[in-house]
């Protein structure tokens, strides 16, 4: 049987030889297995074990991540088990598919949807995508995160859906007496040579197979695309504005009451003892009390009784490992095991540019708290929570109840943000050992203030730059960042890797040659420039925080240094920085962002005293970006006063370019940008937190100064530039490093002076911490004051 190139006519499935003929560096047309998997409807899945399309080539003296970066180990670990992947056709004639990754705003359920439909020939609103629960036998092929998603699953569900409409096109002919090249399907519906029709539902249980059967598939030609790039509003974003979403702590579990813990004063001490355990007991709407090693647990029947009895509690704490430490101390630890530079022997009239900058803690809180629902029985246990790495939560957790890993089960829920810390399952696993300890299902919550001061962070890290200049070329250029450890526990996403980070660095070198977080690092850091030899590296010290992979990872600190040490070589040389930048830009596609954002962002024009332009690029994920901005940095503005706030400059435009490969969702992908440029902006100008005396001073969201509506620029504009990549690229933290970069470029143009330390206001203590003991503040009464 062969198959034409049209695939919206016949014949998605074929097990003839024909040549192929897929492009250079995409996806080749006629290169991929599949199963038809036995059972009463159809269900369609994909076998990549055997074929990965090829990238283009890479120029010459790469760094590593042009050779194989983050997002190739994500996909070649994913492999292995996308034939697990599946797509199920359903009797009234709608798709489903249950996506092995977490939805967290960044709308790959929409986008995923679209690519089913794409591929299957159905309208999108007929794709229903659900979250799978955890599923350990997909191994590494269940993590969400470094901007993978969509990378790692485009190609497995594309076969699988286009596996399963070639099964349908083989139910058709046979029902209608036609030979399958004469049929083809139009939304949903295959239609004959005479116009007879005949829906997807109708073919659903007759496409089915007694017996899992081995195809070959066909994809269609992304020149044939019409659903995947154009503009789709998000399939659940009219619930999530009207509060119809669900999210965990919207579940009804039988049960399951509000819990919360009274936490220590100091970061990750420890109770001993409940001093007045009968006085809490007897408190309205207590029902239950226990301590647990991260804190004092109390279930209620609302969350407001807990905050009331946290409020009452009279605990012994043991103290935390970092008792009485405090920003100093700690930037005083990494500037001492910071690593030596060595420019390479250089002649001697060659002049030495040289920086070292500060990043400060930043919190790496979503907008949803920490929570997590679980029942936890004397043989079983059921967890609901947004987990990005389930399978290790279901192994954690068993660990920690003392189970087998297949008595928990897991659920994934939609959650409202991550930034990293869905990354951990601190919630979940705390959860269950307070269900455990109580014997009754638990809804937790943890409290704004217990985000900021027990939980994940960005880590604080110092950047030190060395370049050296000779003629008007820049010949060498080198970086090593210095940093409070990372954790990367999360692994791949089950307990191997996972044991691999915690295990011993000695383990992890003979594993892998490099310990886990120089591993992501080397994978994902790309100078962008030809600078001569180049070399950027990591080193790590102290792990007594509880960090993350905060958004970007490693990115936004690393840019902003590079950045702004480039409009100092600019300088040092009489260029102008955008001009400096296109002369020594390593690709084309970080040129074509950087004319764009100059073209439409009006680069050079001339400005009123105090404003200034700033310009940046980033490559990383298969993809590049640049951003302009201006700032205002005038007294007037910088000291405009606003009730609890630190206000300082203001970037009034910001115009950005991406090119991220292949786009499924183009609307999806400006929102994207928009939410890293807030990243990016509150990064360099305000987002961190104050350690003193062992413990975060900032509490909830009223005194940690993520950008606010009055720092948002008026003017913002994203321009999604044609690539000629046909595959996706990462784009979920492809807006956060150049956005940062640049908003530190214009404030230095604008000063005149250069900022070594970030945020730029940090330092300004502007509130009244919260008490330490209790832990939680008194909930507020006088909001509808403050209601405009």
């Given at each position: 049987?062969?198959?034409?190139?049209?695939?919206?006519?016949?014949?998605?499935?074929?097990?003839?030889?024909?040549?192929?003929?897929?492009?250079?560096?995409?996806?080749?047309?006629?290169?991929?297995?599949?199963?038809?998997?036995?059972?009463?409807?159809?269900?369609?899945?994909?076998?990549?074990?055997?074929?990965?399309?090829?990238?283009?080539?890479?120029?010459?003296?790469?760094?590593?991540?042009?050779?194989?970066?983050?997002?190739?180990?994500?996909?070649?670990?994913?492999?292995?088990?996308?034939?697990?992947?599946?797509?199920?056709?359903?009797?009234?004639?709608?798709?489903?598919?249950?996506?092995?990754?977490?939805?967290?705003?960044?709308?790959?359920?929409?986008?995923?949807?679209?690519?089913?439909?794409?591929?299957?020939?159905?309208?999108?609103?007929?794709?229903?995508?659900?979250?799978?629960?955890?599923?350990?036998?997909?191994?590494?092929?269940?993590?969400?995160?470094?901007?993978?998603?969509?990378?790692?699953?485009?190609?497995?569900?594309?076969?699988?859906?286009?596996?399963?409409?070639?099964?349908?096109?083989?139910?058709?002919?046979?029902?209608?007496?036609?030979?399958?090249?004469?049929?083809?399907?139009?939304?949903?519906?295959?239609?004959?040579?005479?116009?007879?029709?005949?829906?997807?539902?109708?073919?659903?249980?007759?496409?089915?197979?007694?017996?899992?059967?081995?195809?070959?598939?066909?994809?269609?030609?992304?020149?044939?695309?019409?659903?995947?790039?154009?503009?789709?509003?998000?399939?659940?974003?009219?619930?999530?504005?009207?509060?119809?979403?669900?999210?965990?702590?919207?579940?009804?579990?039988?049960?399951?009451?509000?819990?919360?813990?009274?936490?220590?004063?100091?970061?990750?001490?420890?109770?001993?003892?409940?001093?007045?355990?009968?006085?809490?007991?007897?408190?309205?709407?207590?029902?239950?009390?226990?301590?647990?090693?991260?804190?004092?647990?109390?279930?209620?029947?609302?969350?407001?009784?807990?905050?009331?009895?946290?409020?009452?509690?009279?605990?012994?704490?043991?103290?935390?490992?970092?008792?009485?430490?405090?920003?100093?101390?700690?930037?005083?630890?990494?500037?001492?095991?910071?690593?030596?530079?060595?420019?390479?022997?250089?002649?001697?009239?060659?002049?030495?540019?040289?920086?070292?900058?500060?990043?400060?803690?930043?919190?790496?809180?979503?907008?949803?708290?920490?929570?997590?629902i679980a029942d936890v029985r004397e043989d079983s246990a059921e967890i609901w929570a947004g987990l990005k790495v389930p399978i290790l939560a279901?192994?954690?957790?068993?660990?920690?109840?003392?189970?087998?890993?297949?008595?928990?089960?897991?659920?994934?829920?939609?959650?409202?943000?991550?930034?990293?810390?869905?990354?951990?399952?601190?919630?979940?696993?705390?959860?269950?050992?307070?269900?455990?300890?109580?014997?009754?299902?638990?809804?937790?919550?943890?409290?704004?203030?217990?985000?900021?001061?027990?939980?994940?962070?960005?880590?604080?890290?110092?950047?030190?730059?060395?370049?050296?200049?000779?003629?008007?070329?820049?010949?060498?250029?080198?970086?090593?960042?210095?940093?409070?450890?990372?954790?990367?526990?999360?692994?791949?996403?089950?307990?191997?890797?996972?044991?691999?980070?915690?295990?011993?660095?000695?383990?992890?070198?003979?594993?892998?040659?490099?310990?886990?977080?120089?591993?992501?690092?080397?994978?994902?850091?790309?100078?962008?420039?030809?600078?001569?030899?180049?070399?950027?590296?990591?080193?790590?010290?102290?792990?007594?925080?509880?960090?993350?992979?905060?958004?970007?990872?490693?990115?936004?600190?690393?840019?902003?240094?590079?950045?702004?040490?480039?409009?100092?070589?600019?300088?040092?040389?009489?260029?102008?920085?955008?001009?400096?930048?296109?002369?020594?830009?390593?690709?084309?596609?970080?040129?074509?962002?950087?004319?764009?954002?100059?073209?439409?962002?009006?680069?050079?024009?001339?400005?009123?005293?105090?404003?200034?332009?700033?310009?940046?690029?980033?490559?990383?994920?298969?993809?590049?970006?640049?951003?302009?901005?201006?700032?205002?940095?005038?007294?007037?503005?910088?000291?405009?006063?606003?009730?609890?706030?630190?206000?300082?400059?203001?970037?009034?435009?910001?115009?950005?370019?991406?090119?991220?490969?292949?786009?499924?969702?183009?609307?999806?992908?400006?929102?994207?940008?928009?939410?890293?440029?807030?990243?990016?902006?509150?990064?360099?100008?305000?987002?961190?937190?104050?350690?003193?005396?062992?413990?975060?001073?900032?509490?909830?969201?009223?005194?940690?100064?993520?950008?606010?509506?009055?720092?948002?620029?008026?003017?913002?504009?994203?321009?999604?530039?044609?690539?000629?990549?046909?595959?996706?690229?990462?784009?979920?933290?492809?807006?956060?490093?150049?956005?940062?970069?640049?908003?530190?470029?214009?404030?230095?143009?604008?000063?005149?002076?250069?900022?070594?330390?970030?945020?730029?206001?940090?330092?300004?203590?502007?509130?009244?911490?919260?008490?330490?003991?209790?832990?939680?503040?008194?909930?507020?009464?006088?909001?509808?004051?403050?209601?405009?």
């Amino acid at each position: 049987m062969t198959a034409p190139e049209d695939s919206t006519g016949p014949a998605g499935t074929s097990h003839d030889s024909a040549p192929d003929t897929g492009p250079p560096g995409g996806v080749r047309r006629r290169s991929f297995l599949g199963y038809v998997v036995a059972g009463t409807t159809l269900v369609a899945a994909a076998d990549l074990t055997m074929a990965r399309p090829a990238r283009a080539a890479v120029p010459s003296l790469p760094q590593v991540p042009e050779l194989y970066d983050l997002e190739d180990l994500q996909t070649d670990a994913a492999l292995p088990t996308s034939q697990l992947i599946t797509i199920e056709i359903n009797e009234d004639g709608t798709a489903s598919f249950a996506l092995p990754r977490m939805e967290v705003g960044q709308g790959i359920t929409t986008s995923t949807a679209m690519i089913i439909a794409e591929e299957l020939d159905l309208p999108v609103e007929k794709v229903t995508v659900t979250l799978a629960p955890a599923r350990p036998e997909l191994v590494f092929n269940q993590l969400t995160g470094g901007s993978n998603s969509t990378v790692s699953t485009y190609t497995p569900i594309r076969v699988a859906s286009a596996i399963a409409r070639g099964a349908l096109l083989d139910a058709a002919a046979r029902q209608l007496g036609y030979a399958v090249e004469r049929l083809r399907t139009k939304d949903g519906v295959v239609i004959g040579p005479g116009g007879e029709t005949l829906g997807y539902g109708e073919l659903a249980t007759l496409a089915a197979s007694p017996v899992t059967e081995v195809v070959d598939v066909l994809l269609k030609d992304p020149e044939e695309f019409t659903r995947i790039g154009k503009p789709r509003n998000r399939d659940d974003a009219r619930l999530a504005v009207t509060g119809r979403k669900d999210f965990t702590l919207d579940l009804e579990v039988k049960g399951a009451k509000p819990t919360m813990l009274c936490r220590p004063p100091t970061l990750n001490g420890s109770p001993k003892r409940l001093r007045n355990k009968k006085k809490i007991l007897k408190m309205p709407g207590v029902k239950q009390v226990a301590v647990v090693d991260t804190g004092v647990a109390v279930r209620a029947t609302t969350f407001g009784q807990c905050i009331d009895a946290i409020r009452a509690m009279d605990v012994v704490w043991n103290d935390g490992p970092v008792e009485g430490e405090s920003d100093q101390t700690i930037l005083a630890r990494l500037k001492k095991a910071e690593l030596p530079l060595a420019v390479p022997e250089v002649p001697l009239l060659a002049k030495t540019v040289e920086e070292r900058f500060e990043f400060m803690f930043r919190s790496s809180a979503a907008l949803e708290p920490n929570c997590a629902i679980a029942d936890v029985r004397e043989d079983s246990a059921e967890i609901w929570a947004g987990l990005k790495v389930p399978i290790l939560a279901q192994q954690n957790i068993a660990q920690a109840l003392g189970m087998s890993q297949d008595q928990v089960k897991v659920n994934v829920v939609t959650g409202g943000g991550s930034f990293g810390h869905k990354l951990f399952s601190d919630a979940a696993i705390e959860a269950a050992k307070v269900s455990q300890a109580m014997g009754k299902p638990v809804k937790l919550m943890w409290h704004r203030a217990d985000e900021p001061r027990q939980g994940r962070l960005h880590p604080m890290v110092t950047s030190r730059i060395r370049a050296t200049v000779l003629a008007g070329q820049v010949l060498s250029f080198e970086q090593r960042n210095t940093s409070v450890v990372t954790d990367f526990s999360h692994g791949l996403g089950e307990i191997i890797t996972s044991t691999i980070d915690e295990a011993p660095t000695e383990v992890g070198k003979k594993v892998g040659g490099l310990g886990f977080s120089q591993t992501i690092f080397t994978l994902t850091q790309e100078l962008g420039y030809n600078f001569g030899v180049v070399t950027q590296l990591l080193n790590e010290t102290d792990d007594r925080f509880n960090t993350g992979s905060m958004r970007n990872i490693y990115s936004p600190d690393t840019r902003v240094a590079v950045e702004l040490v480039v409009d100092r070589l600019a300088a040092e040389v009489g260029m102008d920085p955008l001009e400096f930048r296109l002369k020594h830009a390593k690709s084309a596609k970080v040129r074509k962002a950087l004319e764009k954002v100059a073209e439409e962002g009006d680069w050079g024009r001339r400005m009123p005293a105090g404003f200034a332009q700033g310009i940046a690029i980033h490559q990383e994920y298969k993809g590049a970006t640049a951003c302009l901005v201006e700032i205002d940095t005038r007294p007037e503005t910088v000291n405009r006063r606003i009730r609890n706030a630190v206000t300082g400059p203001r970037v009034t435009r910001a115009t950005f370019a991406v090119d991220a490969g292949l786009v499924i969702n183009p609307q999806g992908l400006k929102a994207q940008m928009m939410g890293g440029f807030s990243d990016g902006l509150a990064l360099t100008l305000t987002s961190s937190v104050h350690l003193r005396d062992g413990h975060f001073l900032e509490a909830s969201w009223d005194n940690y100064y993520y950008t606010r509506q009055w720092n948002i620029p008026p003017r913002f504009e994203c321009f999604v530039l044609p690539s000629e990549d046909r595959l996706p690229g990462g784009a979920g933290e492809a807006g956060v490093a150049a956005s940062a970069a640049s908003v530190a470029c214009a404030y230095a143009r604008a000063t005149g002076t250069m900022p070594t330390r970030f945020p730029i206001n940090h330092g300004k203590v502007t509130f009244k911490p919260k008490s330490f003991v209790p832990s939680v503040p008194k909930s507020p009464t006088n909001g509808l004051k403050f209601t405009y």
